[in-house]
């Protein structure tokens, strides 16, 4: 039997308090699961926008989407992730990722070191924080026996460590692109290829972890060609079919739309859906069709 849909959204634009607790609502008032937050330079510090957002709202899950684990080190970082868990109440998920924009590096003054170097560091940091926060004496204790780990993942090695360690496999369903900091999407075949090999590495597995993908795009509308242009133009040599059928789009009428998203569910596994925040809007109706036929 297929896992039950859940549905995040990214918050990624910095507002003033109200502002701020007002989106966090909104996004409950909408029906998301959980509320995330990204860990890039120029937008919010996530663990107190985490605490905000707690405070804003009773229902959905807090997460991070994902931390850039190059920021943090290991016991500083348990530190944060008991204090944010108590403070919410055990809503928090914690999500982890080795960080891909050299600039914020150097703009913090930390070395970004090589792919090899900066999965090492999250290697470590994975077995830290399972150390630290499973030990009956660490100080502060989260409110959760365990805090649920996501780790944002593509490559074999980071997908080894995710089957390993985290309770959420979340693909990113694009690859580090010719330009530095950027992404490049990938097609639905070579999404079930990196699906297949996780699923190999994590078939001793006790209990299963939720599959998680993040949708780049939402446009429900008759004519999505006008909202995928921004999308076709970086993208040479790409038809709008093409683009439509990349997992991370979802455009087109909301029956469609609804349709590739439980289809998405069937081929790969994807019960977990993340969207960005100025997709929040649009793919509410989406969120809400969905429930309503899980729960018919």
Not at 73 to 89: I, K
Not at 123 to 133: I, K
Not at 258 to 273: D, I, M, N, P, T
């Amino acid at each position: 039997m297929a896992r039950p849909f859940r549905f995040g959204v990214n918050l990624l634009t910095p507002a003033p308090a109200d502002e701020w607790r007002a989106k966090c609502r909104r996004a409950e008032d909408l029906g998301y699961d959980v509320i995330l937050v990204p860990d890039h330079l120029g937008m919010v510090a996530p663990f107190p926008a985490l605490v905000a957002a707690a405070e804003a709202t009773r229902r959905p899950r807090l997460g991070t989407f994902v931390l850039n684990t190059g920021f943090w080190n290991p016991a500083l970082l348990a530190r944060e992730v008991a204090t944010t868990d108590a403070l919410t109440g055990g809503r928090l998920e914690l999500g982890l990722g080795t960080g891909y924009v050299q600039a914020e590096h150097e703009a913090a003054g930390l070395p970004f070191g090589s792919p090899r170097e900066r999965v090492d560091h999250l290697e470590r940091t994975l077995a830290e924080l399972d150390r630290l926060l499973g030990s009956g004496e660490h100080q502060p204790r989260p409110a959760q026996s365990r805090v649920p780990v996501l780790v944002g993942a593509n490559g074999d090695r980071m997908l080894r460590l995710t089957a390993a360690h985290a309770d959420i496999a979340a693909f990113t369903g694009a690859r580090p692109g010719r330009t530095p900091g950027t992404l490049e999407p990938l097609r639905a075949e070579e999404l079930d290829e990196r699906v297949a090999r996780y699923r190999a590495l994590a078939a001793d597995r006790a209990e299963p972890a939720e599959l998680n993908l993040l949708i780049q795009l939402v446009a429900v509308t008759d004519d999505p060609e006008p909202v995928l242009r921004p999308l076709l133009e970086s993208l040479p040599g790409m038809t709008v079919d093409e683009v439509l059928a990349l997992p991370i789009v979802l455009a087109g009428p909301l029956e469609d739309v609804v349709a590739k998203a439980r289809a998405q569910r069937e081929r790969f596994g994807f019960s977990y859906l993340t969207v960005l925040e100025p997709s929040m809007e649009a793919f509410a109706p989406v969120l809400a069709r969905l429930r309503e036929e899980e729960s018919a």
